[in-house]
């Protein structure tokens, strides 16, 4: 079995701009290539993502291209930064178009989801992470992914002013280390469902 | 003294499709109107709202407009529907751009939101207005909106399939009589405000 | 393998009180049993449990039997109701005690809670039960627990007055039918970890 | 006018042990105290608070003498520990207690906490500070009290291991700051609305 990875980043600043998000996220995608998975990582905001709930808004629609993406990979990881506690509205807009896969199915007739798992990485400048963890959590279980144990990382600095920017050093080890593990169990969880996978559900 | 009342919409959908989250608001706004205030609705999805945590990201950015409505209104009631159980993308935007009033002020040197009050509309196809109620109010209290007793009301069909759109009937009684409630509270609590300040922090 | 079924009814009233939170549990259990999974539920009200966040407060402690039967179920159901918006204080209760489990190990090693799965029931006279998923799934996955895609169904009347009980009845069977989907997503995950279990960290 | 305020401190540990929680709630006291105000401080898990959402759920029950208490108080400050990034089993407890405020008046024929104003405190080992503080204002808002703008303080030592525990120096100089500016804008909108109250709804 060959597993596939796809970060969504959802910072709100677009490419080429240096993203603190990305830079944890990219903890998570280290290990996981280690393990043998291919990983991809992509700037949502770099894209045009219209609002709304389908998976296809039509003309100059960003989505239908990173929608594919989601297909081919049997594991997810979205990375947000935090603003006023929650998770960006760019990955509020990246939920808002996956609801759409309620009523998708797989080949084999699951819910497009299913067998699937998902992990989340934040990193903000201030308190919000467990938070955002169980909103992005209780989305993605929505939808159909499997949330692994401990398969979330963060990192920000604590209360009050001080360095914003996440940096690999002393400071993040934590961070890195719990990214790491996040990655293994992404895989673990992963891999037991590629051979026992959830089946789908009989006709109504 | 004069009240002016700002309702930013936060629906996917632009202008002129109809907007269930409009119609719960325009309840609100229409008790506010009978006690004397000034009211306008914005439906924030129209304007080209950039990505960003600055009042202004320059070049096309729909914001600054918006950002002067804020400043001249003392209510803001934010409404916005549920999607997988969290505020839309569109009011998440709003927030962050928003986020930049932490460090601005108003004539009278306190923080800009202050001495403003904010209320909450939620109106959705399934549960999530409680929190979505408590993730705007921290967010709106942590810019320093003040968010009056009560100033808030909601809508959505309960769990499971059934009619998705509000619309003023029996089943709606209850919100709409909510949102009566919601209109008055927050004009109580704006006028208390305007005869008692709250002052500005001394300087550091 | 013999798969083994855990629920905790963290009802806020002691038997022999009729709950609601269980009746909807039971639809989940039901399921559960007719595949071949062995059930049991618990009222945690009914224990003394004490505060604190270890496995055995001392003198007294209810916990450390429900800690036991924790550690005997390789699924975990949490249901609760809905007070304020929030899980009930009997289910954050739980919560704290479970804390405990970060720091214990399975007999391979691994932390407590992995190649163990959870799901959550909700009910509620009012709107809350996506906000408390995302809660005591953040709360879960964070011990350790994998949350299967859909492992959760809730019910509520929806906003206003109206019946606050739980009945089988053609109101609640979009809540039934989920509960069963619940149970055979939580029954195909168990199952998928028991064959290819998730592997202990390596020793710091 | 004499103000009241009353803080209720929900940590899990009962007296005579420290509080962290406690340490940085004395400090929004000692601003309040400052300007005027009569405070005090009760630690609710020292009650033995049963289950329940009346307000008064018979014999043995600590909560009628909270509640009283409750009743005399122009401020309520809330002071919760964060475990599993959740507000205190002992603080939700409190929470489904006052419930029952929903349907009780003052002697003006008002809500029981119409014209009363509420502020939140937050102490943790770990990130979750602004999502207490967002489901417990989501919880008084409701109840009715009035929640200022910034009417909240925090402190965590951010991400992975370190110091636990709260204590006056460097680290918690922002956290005491901000609960410096807590206390007067609690004490601003409680004068406030004591000058100029909100109304009793008209019978229905």
């Not at 934040?122 to 209780?138: F, K, L, M, R, S």
Request: charged share 15%; hydrophobic share 40%; proline share 6%.
């Amino acid at each position: 079995m060959s597993v596939k990875a796809l970060v969504l980043n959802c910072t709100l600043k677009q490419s080429p701009a240096d993203s603190n998000t990305e830079a944890l996220a990219r903890v998570v995608m280290a290990e996981l290539e280690r393990l043998g998975v291919g990983t991809q990582i992509l700037r949502v905001v770099d894209h045009d993502v219209l609002p709304g709930v389908t998976s296809d808004e039509g003309a100059g629609d960003g989505w239908p291209a990173i929608r594919q993406l989601l297909g081919n990979a049997e594991i997810l990881v979205i990375a947000t930064p935090t603003w006023l506690g929650q998770q960006s509205s760019v990955c509020q807009r990246a939920f808002e178009r996956m609801d759409a896969m309620l009523s998708e199915t797989n080949s084999d007739g699951t819910p497009a989801a299913y067998n699937r798992v998902a992990g989340v990485v934040v990193v903000g400048n201030e308190d919000g992470a467990h938070h955002i963890i169980g909103t992005a959590c209780q989305a993605l279980i929505d939808i159909g992914y499997t949330v692994p144990g401990q398969a979330w990382t963060y990192w920000n600095k604590g209360p009050g002013p001080g360095p914003e920017e996440y940096s690999n050093s002393h400071e993040t080890e934590w961070s890195n280390a719990t990214g790491v593990t996040a990655a293994r169990n992404l895989f673990a969880v992963a891999t037991a469902l590629n051979a026992h996978p959830m089946s789908a559900p009989p006709a109504a």
